[in-house]
């Protein structure tokens, strides 16, 4: 539509994220707290903690060196979409730096630009919690500039709320550990060590109520976004998307239904 530009920035930094997936070569390590927000920070209490991931770490730094893409003056608003982060904060970062709606330390610079993350943010690597935080703290400065930052629920989300935990790394689990969920709700066969992070994805729990606010698809201009796709008799009219997103609300919230 007129004064919209669909920026193709559907950064593949989702690339089988995990040791050695993105082929980033060696790192000299580092903190992935040195790539968060102080916001970010304050509510995960850091990561000081927890191990370092060389090829996500130096997914982040090689984004520094790329050139902000130009974008005409007098454009009202640009689209960015990427997908699937599974637990890597820092391809995160790195997707948001590439698109140029963050500067170097981390801030909003995307004035009205609309971010679409389109859901798989869980499972598979260790920072899962982190990357939540961080986008809801970029969805917030966003909307904040007049932009936007908006998350999808792809199916890894529902798996956990559904309680499958087979994509699981353990590693993403002490993160989650000062949380106030009721374990005793959780299965038994899930790890000690996993159970409060178990306990905050199922409905109604500390991160499952986040999740409640990721939409199951989203029109942005005249273009619609999901993470897996769409039948036809889903997508007859606005109001049968506002439905699904309604009822994936409710069962995250743990008022009614499922994922499905």
């Known amino acids: 539509s007129e004064g919209l530009v669909a920026v193709g920035i559907a950064l593949v930094i989702a690339c089988a994220i995990g040791p050695g997936g993105c082929d980033a070569g060696s790192s000299d390590g580092g903190d992935v707290s040195a790539s968060l927000p102080d916001v970010v920070l304050e509510i995960t209490g850091g990561s000081d903690t927890r191990s370092e991931d060389a090829a996500s770490l130096d997914a982040a730094d090689s984004a520094e060196d790329v050139p902000a893409p130009d974008v005409e003056e007098g454009?009202?608003?640009?689209?960015i979409a990427l997908g699937d982060l599974h637990g890597d904060v820092n391809a995160a970062i790195a997707a948001f730096r590439l698109g140029g709606v963050i500067d170097e330390e981390g801030n909003w610079i995307g004035g009205t630009d609309i971010v679409v993350q389109t859901g798989d943010v869980l499972d598979r690597w260790i920072y899962e919690r982190e990357a939540m935080d961080w986008l809801e703290a970029m969805r917030i400065a966003a909307q904040a500039a007049g932009g936007d930052v908006i998350t999808l629920v792809g199916n890894h989300e529902?798996?956990?709320?559904?309680?499958?935990?087979g994509d699981v790394d353990s590693g993403s689990?002490?993160?989650?550990?000062d949380l106030p969920d009721d374990i005793s709700i959780v299965s038994a066969a899930v790890p000690a060590e996993c159970k409060k992070r178990a306990a905050s994805l199922l409905p109604g729990g500390t991160y499952a109520m986040l999740l409640a606010t990721s939409r199951v698809a989203v029109i942005v201009g005249d273009s619609v976004f999901?993470?897996?796709?769409?039948?036809p008799q889903y997508v007859t009219s606005p109001a049968s998307i506002a439905d699904m997103n309604a009822r994936w609300a409710a069962f995250a919230r743990g008022e009614a239904g499922d994922g499905g």
């Open 75 to 79: 454009l009202p608003l640009r689209i």
């Open 158 to 165: 529902n798996f956990n709320l559904e309680a499958y935990y």
């Open 173 to 177: 689990c002490p993160a989650f550990a």
């Open 226 to 231: 999901v993470h897996g796709g769409l039948l």
